[in-house]
């Protein structure tokens, strides 16, 4: 769904020189003064467009319990391979797979205790997102659940908000020209903004996949988060000026 606002200044020259100061919506805009060889006018237009995600990245990884760092090393490495080696089985190419961080940390000098944290982001489908992250979880993940929704071409989504807030800034200012009885000349200087609408961070760190059981215990098992994906919203901004003439 699109929607915009808008919003105009008409400046006519008269006899007399007339400073007239624009307030600007972005740093780069510009104060115009008027006089009769100046004849303007102003518009600015937003524009807005939210579509379905075609792309979820997920961000997976673990972290392991204290121990000696040779112990945690060795810990940290079996959950690695365990991880990527179940999300691979699933159909997820390594191309999909890319990791984001890694480190071994000391948490207690005196006892020698050390920690490995490690994490990845996984490209998936956007109905496949509840079932990686669970693949992953159950395979060791434990600082797993942040989700990015984006679109596989961000270009054209944002090209595209683009083009549609300036046609309704030129289209606007034709309507106003016609309206005044003025005709409206070339432009003469314009800005654009894009932005993205961003989600609060929902990262479920130290999500507890429970810890291993002793033997006879009753193995937990459930089913999958539920999980809707986010809109993928951009918003631009034209702030144009056009001769009238």
């Given amino acids: 769904m699109n929607v915009f606002k ?18 600007a919506q972005q740093t780069n805009q510009i104060e115009l003064k008027l006089d009769p ?26 972290t392991t319990q204290p121990n000696d760092a040779k112990s945690t090393y060795a810990a940290g490495a079996k959950a690695s391979n365990d991880i990527i080696s179940a999300i691979k089985a699933a159909g997820i190419p390594e191309s999909a797979i890319h990791s984001a961080g890694q480190r071994l940390t000391a948490v207690n000098a005196k006892q020698h205790k ?5 994490q990845w982001t996984v490209r998936t489908p956007p109905e496949r997102a509840a079932e990686i992250l669970d693949i992953a979880v159950n395979a060791g993940a434990t600082d797993s659940g942040e989700i990015e ?28 020209a016609d309206g005044l009885g003025v005709k409206l000349g070339k432009i003469i ?16 760190e130290n ?3 429970a810890m291993p059981m002793s033997a006879g215990s009753a193995q937990i098992v459930s089913a999958p988060l539920s999980i809707e994906p986010q809109k993928v919203i951009r918003t631009a ?8 003439e």
């Fill in 6 to 23: 808008l919003a105009a200044v008409l400046a006519l020259g008269s006899a007399m020189l007339v400073p007239v100061a624009i307030q």
């Fill in 37 to 62: 060889a100046n004849r303007t006018l102003i518009v600015s237009a937003d524009d807005r467009i939210s579509v379905d995600p075609d792309v979820a990245i997920l961000h997976v990884g673990f």
């Fill in 189 to 204: 200087y314009a800005t654009n903004e894009v932005t993205s609408v961003t989600y609060p961070r929902r990262f479920a």
């Fill in 149 to 176: 929704w984006t679109v596989e071409d961000v270009k054209a989504l944002e090209d595209k908000v683009l083009r549609t807030a300036a046609e309704r800034a030129r289209a606007q200012a034709g309507t106003i």
């Fill in 114 to 118: 050390f920690q490995l944290y490690q």
């Fill in 237 to 244: 901004s034209i702030y144009a000026v056009f001769s009238i």
């Fill in 207 to 209: 999500y507890d996949r």
